[in-house]
């Protein structure tokens, strides 16, 4: 939809809004302004059919990830083989350049950061609250990129991580990430073995 916004508000009648991009504020925004009654057309974010046309409302700046609230996990987990899982989230976008990918497409038509990353710290308490308040034992990153181009910086990363990890008690969990195949290094991927790294998609495109 950020990208096919013209097609689909020209095609399908049915559909008089669309919101580009990260839609976390934007979609707050639309539903306040709609429950109050108010006019929804020039929202930053979105572009919206109107009576006289469409009315692009312009990009709206993509948050800083740490500026985000956790996400809203109500009910019980998922499992997988009796272990509750949770989905997480550490960065967005990814550093790279391939033609054929949707994610540099996208991240190159917002207004922001192609690659932006959380603070370790927000990470592990984020999985502190999940694993207290849920059970979780087994995190799925769904980064489109778990690394930087840089072994130090990711060994710097994901160390501090780890000891984030350890000071909150948290040596029974099970991790799995996604990253490209230049950034696999032996000493980066033994500290994330001894994080609890089970699984690692690895784009060989």
């Given at each position: 939809a950020t990208l096919e916004h013209t097609n689909i508000l020209r095609?399908?009648?049915?559909?008089?809004?669309?919101?580009?991009?990260?839609?976390?504020?934007?979609?707050?925004?639309?539903?306040?302004?709609?429950?109050a009654g108010e006019e929804i057309a020039g929202i930053e974010g979105t572009v919206v059919r109107t009576p006289t046309g469409i009315v692009d409302g312009g990009k709206r700046r993509i948050p800083a990830l740490d500026d985000l609230p956790f996400p809203d996990r109500r009910g019980p987990p998922h499992e997988?083989?009796?272990?509750?899982?949770?989905?997480?989230?550490?960065?967005?976008?990814?550093?790279?350049?391939?033609?054929?990918?949707?994610?540099?497409?996208?991240?190159e038509n917002a207004d922001g950061a192609r690659y932006r990353r959380r603070s370790p710290e927000s990470i592990a308490a984020e999985m502190k609250e999940e694993y207290d308040r849920r059970g979780?034992?087994?995190f799925i990153f769904h980064d489109d990129n778990f690394f930087v181009p840089s072994r130090d910086?990711?060994?710097?990363?994901?160390?501090?991580?780890?000891?984030?990890?350890?000071?909150?008690g948290m040596s029974d969990i099970a991790l799995v990430i996604k990253?490209?195949?230049?950034?696999?290094?032996?000493?980066l991927f033994q500290l994330l073995k001894s994080m609890g790294l089970i699984r690692a998609y690895v784009g060989i495109e």
């Open positions: 095609e399908y009648r049915e559909v008089d809004s669309v919101i580009r991009h990260e839609g976390e504020w934007t979609l707050r925004e639309l539903c306040s302004r709609l429950a997988v083989m009796g272990v509750p899982i949770s989905p997480i989230i550490g960065s967005r976008g990814c550093y790279a350049d391939c033609s054929f990918c949707c994610i540099y497409a996208y991240a979780i034992r087994f910086k990711n060994i710097a990363r994901y160390t501090r991580l780890k000891e984030l990890i350890d000071a909150n990253c490209r195949p230049n950034d696999v290094n032996h000493e």
